[in-house]
């Protein structure tokens, strides 16, 4: 395969114009937070580079989920048709399904397309912040340079603009709960008082979303301090390897990355851990509600049948992915990405140097303006002095301060 061979990318997609535009929001911050007399927020750039194009995408997620809640409806005045006492007539159960085969190829019809709109979005943020820091770490004054490392502009192009490409989970932060409160009306006319145990749980889930949340936090600030120490001590490691081997030091600095790495992969372990957790909800919440509310359903003496088991069930499970698995993901990396919106912006807050190009550099058009200094075939060398060719000077000479 040749590069030939790759589809070229479309004119929205450059990193050139993803990093100027959010280049220029993350300036006019600045500028406006000067103005106001407050700290700037690289989340309000952030904001503004995802728009209302973005916001957009939330309604279309939004009315998938509410075809997955108008499915169950469907599907249980269909299978009340076939009861024996069933007062829905012939006609009435064809438009049903007719009803339940239009809702199934909107739900399909609209995941896809707004799956990968919403993951565009986000590949779009993170290309974009990942070229700015890359960027600045280029216009880094002296000053700025001791105050970071090459370790950590490294950790934040690699680790820490991972979790801004989760955005496509941040619109079920409020779509999630939403479906849940509409899910309980519909199970409280349905079922009446059995259906609080399952709302208990879900209500529930809410707390034990957030205090998870927080631990992602920590964690990840944890992870990448350690991260960045770790870089940093290889990269010196690796400038002073000829002072290393020449005093035979190889095992004790191999004891100190093996440290420093070990501590790392601890808390990488106890976010997997959390992780696991989460994913377990997604499992066994349901069943265990499904369990609680039948088992109150029937004990208050009510007879269970396939219309209400059928009806109660496929609204269960119509949110189990929306709220226990995109809800909780969301907080999750709302999290993490809070974290790392954190550290690129005091990062983006360190000094740059002062070019002082002269004006009429600036506006130089290598295309179309006469060159002020062209050099051709020219051989430098350090230790010895070889006879310059091909200097032109333009027309404008070029004079020095007298």
Known sequence: MQNADVYAILPDDESKQLTDRL???????????????????????????LGFPFLFLSSLALLEEGMKILAPLLISRLISFFSPKSGLSKTDAYITALGLCLVVVTETTIHAPNFFALARFGLALRIAAG??????????????????TTGQIVNLMTSDIQPLEMVLFLHHLWIGPLVVVVVAILCWYEIGLAALPGVFLFVLLVPLQGY???????????????????????NEIISGMRVIKMYTWEKPFAQLVAEIRRRETKTVKFASFFRAINGALYLCAIALINLLVFSTYVVTGRALNAEVLFFVVGLFMAIRTSFITFFGNGVMYLKQASVSEKRLQKFFELEERDFNISPELNGFDSR???????????????DQVRKQSNLVIAKSSLQGNQ
């Open 212 to 234: 998870m949340g927080r631990h992602f936090a920590r964690l990840r600030t944890k992870t990448a301090a350690l991260s960045d120490q770790r870089i940093k001590f290889m």
């Open 23 to 49: 280049e220029r929001l993350w300036n006019e911050e600045v500028q406006d937070a000067k103005k106001k007399n407050r700290k700037p927020r690289l989340r309000n750039a952030f904001i503004k580079f």
């Open 131 to 148: 070229s700015l820091v890359y960027r600045k770490a280029l216009r880094l004054s002296h000053s700025s340079l001791s105050l970071t």
């Open 368 to 382: 179309t303006d006469t060159p002020s200094l062209q050099l051709t075939n020219i051989t430098a060398y350090w």
